[in-house]
């Protein structure tokens, strides 16, 4: 009996030691992980201005050209236009008359509203044209992007529902943008063109490119 006991005592020993020898990595915990999503919102800048280098009527934005007739077109109004922002598409800016007519409209009774129909003769009027010259009264504009810079042909003012592009941005390097435009606007009166103030409303928009 005392050797079976010994045996068994001895066998303890040996699974002791083994259990004992096993790496310590077969009892380590597996790798826990957790994710979160960090995330901004940069806000939108979109901002159009228009200045005129003559501001001697009385509505914001608007300047007069005197003209004699059979003279030189007047060519002195430029506006100044310039869009900022960071859109990350970009944009289009946009030239036209405000309305379906791009005539420049005689001023027959200046107390009524600008733009009120009752303030205008528009049978007597300057059709727009590209000839600033000869037998035919006219009006148009130039455009550049470098200040006092204005070559090429004179361009019609086109009615609202078919407006210019004077300028497209697509932002290929999506970052902040600050463009200018300079436009530069002609008139000439030929020698029938009846004495007195005309006058028409231009609007530039600046579009958001999808």
């Known amino acids: 009996m005392v050797k079976s006991k010994n045996i068994i005592a001895g066998l303890g020993v040996v699974a002791g030691l083994g259990m004992a020898l096993l790496p310590l990595g077969a009892f380590a915990a597996d790798e826990q992980t957790g994710t979160q999503v960090v995330r901004a919102t940069v806000g939108e800048v979109f901002t159009l201005t228009v200045t005129s280098n003559k501001t001697d009527m009385t509505e ?3 300047g007069t050209l005197a003209v004699t007739p059979k003279g030189s077109a007047n060519a002195e109004l430029i506006h100044t236009v310039n869009v900022k922002g960071n859109l990350y598409k970009g944009y289009d800016l946009k030239l036209s008359s405000v309305d379906s007519s791009t005539d420049l409209k005689f001023v027959k009774d200046d107390s009524q509203d600008f ?3 009752a303030r205008y003769d528009t049978s007597t009027k300057i059709a727009t044209g590209t000839t600033l010259s000869g037998d035919t009264s006219a009006w148009a504009y130039k455009k550049s992007e470098t200040s006092g810079s204005f070559t090429g042909d004179w361009t019609t003012i086109k009615a609202v529902a078919s407006p210019d592009t004077l300028k497209s ?3 290929a390097e999506h970052a902040s943008f600050d463009d200018t435009v300079y436009v530069n606007y002609g008139v000439y ?4 063109q009846a004495a007195g103030v005309y006058e028409a409303e231009v609007i530039y928009k600046a579009t958001p490119k999808i």
């Open 189 to 192: 009166a030929a020698e029938n």
């Open 169 to 171: 941005n697509a932002n």
């Open 60 to 62: 914001t934005g608007t």
């Open 115 to 117: 733009g009120a129909a």
